[in-house]
C-alpha cells in the first residue's frame, strides 16, 4: 500500500512538471548545478579547446616572426618526415608496450584492492588504510625517482646491495634497459592503486546488498560472490576506464620515464617513449611543426582506437558502452 501511495505521487509529480513545467526551486537548483560546472567549462574551454588553434603549426613551416598564420603553409609534409623517421618505430614500441602493461596491471591491482578493501568489515581499519593508501598519490615523479635512486644505484642502492650479497652479482640497473620496462610499471601502479582502488572501492559500496544475501543463501563463498556479485558491478567503470585508456595509448607520462630514469641514454631502447623524445629533440633543435604534427598523430590514433574500444565493449555489453 505504502508502495502504490509513493507511486502514485511520483507520478502526479511528473504529470505536473510535464504540464506546468519546472518549479521555481527546481530552476534554482538547477542554476546552482550550472554555476558549480563553470570552472570546469572554463578550463576545458582554456586548455582543452583554445589549443586546437594550434594545430595549424602542423601543416606550416612555422617562422616565429611570421606568427601563427602568416607562416607558409607546407601541407603533409611535416606528418610525412614523421612517418618516415627512422626511430618512429622503436617510439611505437616503447610507448605502446609500457601503457599497455601499465593499463592492465593497473586495472589488475586497483580492482584487487577494492575487492579486499570490500571485506573488510571495520570501518575504523578502512579510514586508516584509505589514508595510507592515498599518500603515494600525493608523492611528486622527482621525489620519487629520488627514491628509486636510493634504492637501485649501482654505489648504494639497498636492493642493488641486497642482490650483491646474496648471488654475489652486481646488478648495474641504470646501465641495463631491459629491467625498466617492469621498474617503471611497478613504479606507476604504486602511484596510483590507492586512489584507482578507493574510486572501485566507493562503487561497491553502492550495490544491493540484497544481492550478496541472495548469493549466500545459494552458497557462494567469498571468491563466488566477488566474480558473480562485486565484478559485474565494476564492469560499468572497468569498460569506461578502458575506453579512456585507450585514447591516451600512445601518451606516456613523461614525468615517470624522465625523473626515474634520469634521462639515461643507456636506458633510452626500452625506455624513450613519444614524450621522451620530443623533449630532447627540441631541447638540442626546436622544431615546433613535427611537435604539433606528433600531438596531432598522437590524438587521431588515439580517437581511432577509443572509438574501436567502445564498438567492442558495445558488441559485449550494451549497458557499458560509453557511446
Known sequence: CWQRKGRKKRVKEAVKIFKHGRSAIQKKRDLQYFILLIPGFIKIFIFSLLPIVGLIIAFERYIPRLGLFGSPLVGLDNLELLFTSSVLKQLLINTTVLTLL???????????????????????????LQIFLLFPYFISWPLVGMMVQSLLSSDSGMITHLILNITGEKIEFYAEPKYWRFILTFASCWKSIGINGILYYAVLIGVDKGLYEAASLDGANTFRKMWHVSLPALSMMLCLGLITSMSGILRYDFSLVYYLTNNRSELLPTTEVIEVYMFNTMRTTPNFPIGSAVGLFQSVFGFILSIIANLIIKKINGESALF
Open 102 to 128: 601499465q593499463v592492465f596491471f593497473g586495472l589488475i591491482t586497483s580492482v584487487t584492492l577494492s575487492l579486499i578493501l570490500f571485506e573488510i568489515r571495520d570501518r575504523n581499519k578502512i579510514k586508516i
